[in-house]
């Protein structure tokens, strides 16, 4: 049997984005894909697709992939969704390097960025350039609305909020205990993504001005070739150690790049930057495999679009 790639949560835009990676790449492996939903869009682009239990009920996640690594020769995981990043994290003697390749961040760079107020601590230790930011309920009404409320854990922008007065951050308050207050940077039309691979000794950036659709995900993107943003990964990627990868969201006002927060995973651009020849999904599996990458953009313009696709299944 073909050595197999397996991709959890390709129902979700990250998932559903790195299947198209492997697709693209056309290499000599078997790609197995599982979701909690039995017929999530992207089964169509891999070779297997298997339902899975929630990574949140533990046992029985666990036993799923114990059974596929033995019966699938399971050489690459790639968990799609921050649930399962959280899993493999918890449960890394499991799966050696030896036996399989679970593709996560290491463990002090998870727990540093699926915090956000923990990564506002590390931006300000490194000097990098970021938006003022507060423990909610610190806060009071003495703070300069608008401002943005945000969980202190979580991705994307469930959860997230714009509060213009002191009552609605008191009603934030008990909605969200755990929560942080950011300061508003007003410019939406200057904020862009950046997605950083580094593979502890070379480091490679791309970036793209982004508008947001439907559940936070970035809906168009326009490629961007900015100096500072490629200055601002490079920082990011040293100052924590980078092996792996990194998806950085920056806001610009008045002239400057503040970064809003860090996510210490693929994101839901992954297809956008392997378009553009930016190739992180690969270069990681690559990088398990003891191969060096090497970046030069495909294009030096253009823009792309995410749109909305029906996908059908048990035709009869």
């Known amino acids: 049997m073909k050595k197999t790639i397996l991709v959890t949560g390709v129902g979700g835009d990250i998932g559903e984005g790195i299947c198209k990676c ?48 033995k019966k699938e020769n399971i050489r690459f995981i790639i968990p ?7 899993f493999f994290d918890r449960h890394r003697d499991l799966w ?7 593709l996560i961040n290491d463990r002090s760079i998870l727990k540093t960025f699926m915090d956000k107020w923990s990564a506002y601590q590390f931006f300000q230790r490194h000097d990098l350039p970021t938006v003022k930011t507060w423990g909610l309920q610190e806060t009071n009404g003495t703070l300069k609305f608008p401002l943005i409320v945000k969980p202190r854990k ?30 508003y940077l007003s410019n939406e039309k200057e904020e862009y993504t950046t997605g950083i691979f580094s593979n502890g000794t070379k480091t490679a950036a791309i970036s793209f001005r982004r508008q947001l659709g439907y559940n936070g995900v970035s809906r168009r993107v326009e490629y961007v070739d900015e100096p500072v943003l490629r200055h601002l990964a490079l920082q990011l ?29 693929f994101s839901s651009t992954v297809y956008f930057r392997h ?12 990088y398990c495999s003891g191969k060096d990458f090497h970046f030069i953009p495909k294009f030096h313009q253009g823009i792309g679009v995410r749109h909305l696709e029906e996908s059908f299944f048990n035709l009869a």
């Open 22 to 69: 492997l697709r693209a790449r056309r290499t000599r492996v078997r790609t197995m894909g599982c979701d909690i939903e039995p017929n999530p869009a992207c089964a169509q682009w891999m070779d297997v697709q298997v339902q899975a239990p929630s990574a949140r009920q533990v046992s029985p996640y666990r036993h799923f992939i114990d059974e596929l690594v």
């Open 154 to 183: 979580g991705a994307g922008s469930r959860g997230v909020a714009r509060v213009d007065g002191a009552q609605q951050l008191k009603a934030w308050k008990i909605l969200l205990p755990d929560g942080i207050v950011q300061r």
């Open 275 to 286: 378009k553009f020849g930016f190739h992180d999904v690969g270069w990681w599996i690559d």
């Open 96 to 102: 050696p390097p030896n036996r399989v390749h679970v």
């Open 80 to 86: 799609g969704s921050d649930p399962e990043i959280l």
């Open 237 to 265: 990627a040293k100052a924590c150690g980078l092996v792996g990868v990194l998806n950085m969201q920056t806001r610009k006002e008045a002239g400057r790049f503040f970064i809003l927060e860090v996510n210490p995973r």
